[in-house]
């Protein structure tokens, strides 16, 4: 093997989960596989990030006229952008590679490599990182959306046998798959209605936290703050948090304040939603350390998301020893399988989601015993360093094809 690629679509100035995804496993390669590692990029602002990591960075970059005149919303439905990186890497990949492993992070990217490139021939092999399925994305949201907003379901519904495509290429095409959690991996596979495709692991994406040895105390006033953090209004469920806030305390059972944190892009839509519904206040883009300060100072964390794949948030409330409340889009099985560090709300109906915040509290003393247990977090949070998930990588997947 002469190479190891990481390839990943990233917005330009805006570094996320998939940029933190990749730096992390670099950072934790044994140097076997770091003095070969190379990352496909679709972002100039990050090659001086290659500096830090002691990585090359190769920039396939192009101006925005690859898409001309077309607008915004109509080039993140379609995957225009992604596909249009997706189509550069298979030239770049055609040009220069050959003998090596690829790491695509997102099936999206991975679309034109797997259709037009004959790997056994040029001894490539292509593993890709489902971060979650595009098509049960789609799903769920044209399930969700209200009413008013019938035109976005139309063309959502229209969009959806690209996705299909790309999911069920992604999983049939490549030589081998990484899936962060067993649903998506059983979700993939069902969508391929369970015909032949590559091999597979399911490997986790890492987290780097220290178990809160030792619970804040929580105020004794009689307004009791709780936390969300996100990044799009909608599609983690805010407004649904914010309704069911204010329908708890108007049933006089207590007095919540939601603190909202993150919502970097979404500043406009949060303020709307804290103005019309009230009992919150909006904290802003919090460095790291503080918003696990703000967890940890909090009754509990909510998250109404109609989507996740791995719900890193809830291992940061739990390493946090704070009990989380959420939808059933965030129970990753992987994370809390016997739900002793929190509860599930099924549905989005405002009246279940107060129902279980009764319940929550109610049962406190019981989720806040289980999260007191310092030993049996430290080896929950073990299992997700890192360091041991990019030792799963290399021994679950790059070992097996270095050769």
Not at 227 to 244: C, Q
Request: aromatic fraction near 12%; proline fraction near 4%; charge should be positive.
């Amino acid at each position: 093997m002469k190479f190891l690629y990481f390839a990943l679509f990233n917005e330009p100035n805006f570094p996320g989960g998939l940029e933190n995804t990749v730096r992390k496993l670099l950072i934790n390669l044994s140097p076997r596989y770091k003095n070969n590692t190379k990352i496909l990029v679709f972002n100039p602002a990050l090659e001086k990030e290659g500096k830090i990591l002691e990585a090359n960075y190769i920039n396939l970059y192009r101006p925005r006229s690859l898409v001309p005149y077309l607008p915004n919303n109509l080039i993140k439905l379609l995957l225009i952008d992604k596909l249009v990186y997706s189509w550069l890497l298979a030239k770049y990949i055609k040009s220069y590679c050959s003998d090596c492993i690829i790491n695509f992070h997102g099936v999206e990217i991975s679309f034109f490599s797997l259709l037009t490139i004959r790997a056994k021939e040029r001894r490539i092999t292509f593993v890709t990182t489902y971060q979650g399925s595009l098509t049960e994305e789609r799903l769920t949201f044209i399930k969700d959306l209200p009413f008013t907003q019938s035109l976005v379901k139309v063309a959502m519904i229209a969009s959806l046998p690209l996705v299909y495509v790309i999911d069920v290429v992604g999983y049939k095409k490549s030589t081998f798959c990484v899936f962060i959690t067993k649903h998506i991996a059983s979700y993939i596979r069902n969508l391929a209605l369970n015909t032949r495709g590559c091999p597979y692991a399911v490997i986790p994406n890492g987290y780097e936290l220290s178990v809160c040895e030792k619970l804040s105390k929580l105020n004794g006033s009689k307004t009791k703050p709780c936390i969300n953090v996100g990044s799009k209004a909608f599609h983690k469920g805010l407004d649904i948090a914010l309704k069911a806030l204010r329908q708890y305390n108007n049933s006089r059972c207590g007095r919540l304040k939601l603190k909202v944190v993150g919502y970097k892009d979404d500043v406009q839509n949060v303020n709307f939603l804290i103005k019309k519904y009230g009992n919150a206040v909006y904290l802003g883009v919090l460095e790291n350390a503080q918003v696990l300060e703000e967890m940890r100072s909090s009754w509990f964390f909510i998250l109404p998301s109609h989507y996740e794949g791995l719900p890193l948030s809830i291992l940061e409330s739990i390493a946090s020893g704070t009990p989380y409340l959420c939808s059933e889009p965030c129970h990753a099985e992987e994370v809390d399988p016997e739900g002793k560090y929190g509860k599930v709300v099924k549905g989005f109906r405002i009246q279940d989601w107060v129902n279980g915040i009764k319940y929550l509290m109610d049962n406190y003393d019981y989720y806040k015993t289980n999260l007191a247990d310092v030993v049996v977090l430290g080896e929950h949070a073990k299992n997700f360093s890192w360091s041991n998930i990019t030792k799963r990588y290399e021994r679950e997947v790059f070992d097996l094809f270095e050769n």
